[in-house]
């Protein structure tokens, strides 16, 4: 039976009893001795694919985990063929593993999102502060047109990202000094901004509160998604968690 890879963990790391993993299925430490980092594993399903209810199976698991200490999470569907070559992985890379469950010990991820605004509110704070826009507006009105009304809604839409962006950097240099680290997630679309932040679990009601904050302020020029508590995904160095050859479930 194959192996599915939830993540890496410090010794003696208490792990759910009974059904919690991918499948449903029990998860269990696989470690090469009792004072190295373990696995926290379970059986490969068969035909493992990324259906929501696995997705939020793998998540939860994580989330469960790292309530009680550091772990460093695999992403999902990552697939070994056997004990040997993860129990040597854990032997041979246990250094960097050990750092790296240093390195996120007492620490939460958090994410932030800003996109441009929707709705009729955000359209009419817009004209209201931009002479040029209200001015193509009313051209348009007294001219309708299918050209005029693309021209305009390309202006409007150009002009809320525009917005939109300038209030992501307030955001990045307010949220920023309050984290350990920080990176830049992928492009998301639709997404001006798309950060994730390292921070103390102590330092967490503190972000929120400032995140809370900037939500207000800028109502109307961008709208904050803030997602978290999560294990630390986007700070677990490359060398650490990697796989050697993993399988990935099809998505």
Same mark, same amino acid.
């Given at each position: ?6 993540? $890496? $963990?410090?010794?003696?790391?208490? $792990? ?46 994580? $989330? ?118 920080? #990176? ?6 639709? #997404? ?39 294990? #630390? ?19």
């Amino acid at each position: 039976m194959s192996l599915y890879v939830y993540g $890496v $963990v410090a010794p003696g790391h208490p $792990v759910p009893v009974g059904p919690a993993g991918v499948g449903a299925g029990p998860v269990r430490l696989l470690t090469p001795g009792p004072e190295a980092p373990a696995a926290v594993v379970g059986d490969a399903p068969a035909g493992l694919r990324a259906r929501r209810r696995d997705l939020t199976a793998h998540q939860e698991l994580l $989330v469960a985990l790292a309530a009680d200490g550091p772990v460093l999470p695999m992403r999902f569907g990552v697939v070994l063929p056997d004990e040997a070559v993860l129990l040597d992985q854990l032997a041979t890379r246990r250094s960097a593993y050990e750092r790296a469950l240093e390195r996120v010990a007492g620490r939460v991820e958090m994410n932030v999102k800003a996109l441009p605004p929707q709705g009729e509110a955000a359209l009419a704070q817009l004209l209201a502060e931009d002479s040029g826009l209200r001015a193509m507006r009313d051209r348009g009105l007294r001219r309708p047109g299918y050209e005029a009304s693309v021209r305009l809604g390309q202006a409007v839409s150009d002009a809320l990202e525009r917005r939109a962006g300038l209030a992501a950097e307030r955001v990045r240099r307010s949220l920023v000094p309050l984290a350990d680290r920080w #990176c830049d997630g992928p492009q998301v679309e639709g #997404c001006v901004l798309n950060v994730s932040l390292l921070l103390d679990r102590e330092a967490e009601a503190a972000f929120r509160a400032e995140a809370d904050r900037l939500a207000a302020a800028l109502a109307g020029r961008a709208e904050l998604l803030l997602t978290g508590p999560l294990p #630390c995904y986007s700070f677990v160095p490359a060398e650490a968690p990697s796989s050697p050859a993993p399988h990935r479930a099809a998505v």
